[in-house]
């Protein structure tokens, strides 16, 4: 007698049978985003998990100076910030079913438009604030070019060093056409007095090049020159060099009231949290202590009202979402789809980073936003549009194959 032993692995599904709910909303959420990489769901979920937490933490660090600057209406800020949440997730799903091709093809279109669009920012639409020239405003709309330039220049870098990844012969190869349009880029921030943003810019930089296979010692080269140029850029205003100089040497009393304020502000909201918290919403340092409560400084805001295990959830959530921006970075055997995603990686990482070690002390104070939690509509929006880039350029990548699981011998 001849039998046939059934196939190993998981038992087909008796017919009639109902799919699985698991299963099914595997499927339902995957056509939902537009995805199928597990990697690209674990950066997708994450992201917009960050998303619902900033504005939690919008609403509860905004809600004081939120009423004193529109008429008691404590909702103002949260609502705002609402709205841009409501617009850029859509515009990320849409962009993430967009081919890769697209992004090659309108690549430099994209970078003209934003250097054309930051120089906005010095003509009558721009307008300064805190010392930087670096927003427009239209019809009562704010906005801030650099963030869209950030986007547009990855692509851009992604497109033209694509062509040439690991095939760097001499310092030319690595300069043209890359860092000429960059450095365009970059110094038209500067001149706008924006130090934060073009210091995420130079980082943009260094990463498509590294990504894109140049070699270290060129790469060492070009952090050594921007190191120098920062400096000296430093030095030429007395804001910046003061800042520098109460980060290396500590606050005297003569500068609690201007310079040291901020930081000294966002250590104590920091420590009077505890490991628990204050509790939501009872925070006393965004009672106007703390200028920017809930944007720039918003993570202190956090370890104050959550504590040690808030701002340890938040360093876990942004973990998760670098691992799974590395794990995408390493599948991806495409040139462009590797230095594009590896750019915007070091894009959100890295400004995450910065903006908490600016929030702990451990650099002077830049003025960056906490990516998907802070206050800022064209911040939000920016970075939701390059997780869309992202999850766009995986859609290329294959499908992990599963092993199969061991059925009775």
Not at 214 to 239: D, E, H
Not at 308 to 323: R, Y
Request: aromatic share 8%; glycine share 10%; with cysteine.
């Amino acid at each position: 007698m001849t039998t046939v032993r059934p196939p190993r692995g998981r038992p087909a599904p008796e017919p009639g049978a109902a799919p699985r709910p698991a299963a099914t909303a595997r499927v339902v959420v995957r056509r939902l985003f537009g995805v199928e990489h597990p990697d690209a769901m674990i950066v997708v979920g994450t992201v917009i998990f960050l998303v619902l937490f900033g504005l939690v933490m919008v609403l509860s660090s905004s809600a004081v100076t939120s009423a004193q600057n529109n008429e008691g209406d404590f909702f103002a800020v949260f609502l705002r910030q609402g709205l841009f949440a409501l617009i850029g997730i859509p515009l990320m799903l849409m962009i993430a079913r967009l081919p890769a091709v697209f992004w090659r093809r309108w690549a430099r279109i994209a970078v003209m438009v934003g250097l054309g669009l930051q120089l906005l920012v010095f003509t009558g639409l721009g307008y300064g604030y805190g010392g930087n020239q670096n927003w427009i405003s239209i019809g009562g709309l704010t906005a801030q070019p650099s963030e869209f330039l950030k986007l547009a220049l990855v692509v851009w870098l992604a497109t033209v060093l694509a062509d040439r990844a690991n095939a760097f012969t001499d310092w030319r190869s690595v300069l043209v056409p890359a860092v000429p349009i960059s450095a365009v880029a970059i110094g038209m921030v500067l001149v706008g007095q924006d130090l934060g943003t073009a210091s995420i810019m130079i980082a943009i930089v260094l990463a498509a090049l590294y990504f894109a296979g140049a070699p270290l010692r060129y790469l060492a080269g070009i952090v050594g020159t921007v190191a120098l140029g920062a400096v000296l850029f430093a030095l030429t205003s007395s804001s910046r060099s003061s800042r520098i100089d109460v980060w290396l040497n500590g606050c005297a009393p003569e500068d609690y009231e201007f310079t040291c304020w901020q930081s000294v502000h966002a250590l104590w909201a920091l420590g009077s949290g505890g490991v628990w918290g204050v509790g939501l919403g009872n925070s006393a340092t965004k009672w106007r202590w703390l200028p920017h409560a809930e944007s720039d400084f918003i993570f202190a805001i956090i370890g104050e009202e959550l504590g040690l295990i808030g701002a340890i959830v938040v360093l876990v959530l942004l973990a998760v979402l670098a691992v799974g921006l590395v794990r995408l970075v390493r599948a991806h055997d495409n040139p462009f789809h590797r230095i594009a995603t590896g750019a915007i990686m070091v894009w959100i990482i890295g400004q995450s980073l910065v903006n908490i070690a600016v929030v702990l002390g451990m650099l002077p104070v830049l003025g960056v936003p906490l990516p998907f939690i802070s206050a800022g509509g064209t911040a939000l929006v920016s970075s939701l549009l390059a997780i869309g880039v992202v999850l766009s350029l995986a859609r290329d990548l294959p499908l992990p194959v599963r092993a199969a699981a061991p059925g009775p011998r």
